[in-house]
């Protein structure tokens, strides 16, 4: 994370969580101030280590779909994973853009649907986290083919 463009006023960090209301994550912009999110996805990251997501990350280019309030992609970007961040909705609907504001970062958010991934559009990744979306989507069976699509080779 670029940290010189990170707000660390507590007062300012405060503010900006409590202007955008509306949160899914519990993220900890800043020591103590945790969005009041409903998702404590902190208790989640020890599975995805568990299953083998490395704790370096750098040179890593990774895909984060359904990434919502981004959780899971400013966690990746800070073990130095090129990082971008996929929804459905603007960021401005989830709390991503306040969260990305607040910690300076990097990660890039991109509005689309899962059936649009192409490596032309997108690149290839080498991590991809498809977590809890699978099963709101009416075409699974397709969106595993597009994700397919964006992986290289050897990618988790």
């Not at 670029?2 to 955008?20: M, N, Q, V």
Request: glycine residues 8%; negative net charge; hydrophobic residues 40%.
């Amino acid at each position: 994370m670029a940290s010189s463009k990170r707000i660390t006023d507590p007062a300012k960090i405060r503010e900006l969580i409590a202007e955008h209301g509306r949160w899914w994550h519990e993220i900890e912009l800043a020591p103590g101030i945790v969005t009041p999110g409903e998702d404590t996805n902190r208790k989640k990251l020890p599975i995805l280590d568990e299953l083998g997501l490395p704790p370096d990350l750098e040179g890593a280019r990774l895909l984060d779909i359904g990434s919502s309030d981004g959780y899971f992609s400013f966690e990746m970007e800070g073990r130095g994973a090129e990082v971008v961040a996929m929804d459905f909705v603007p960021e401005s609907y989830s709390g991503f853009a306040t969260a990305r504001k607040i910690l300076g970062s990097d990660v890039t958010y991109r509005m689309d649907n899962v059936y649009n991934l192409s490596p032309d559009a997108y690149g290839e990744f080498d991590i991809i986290l498809f977590l809890g979306v699978l099963y709101h989507l009416r075409k699974p069976l397709a969106a595993l083919d597009a994700i397919r699509s964006v992986m290289k080779p050897d990618a988790q």
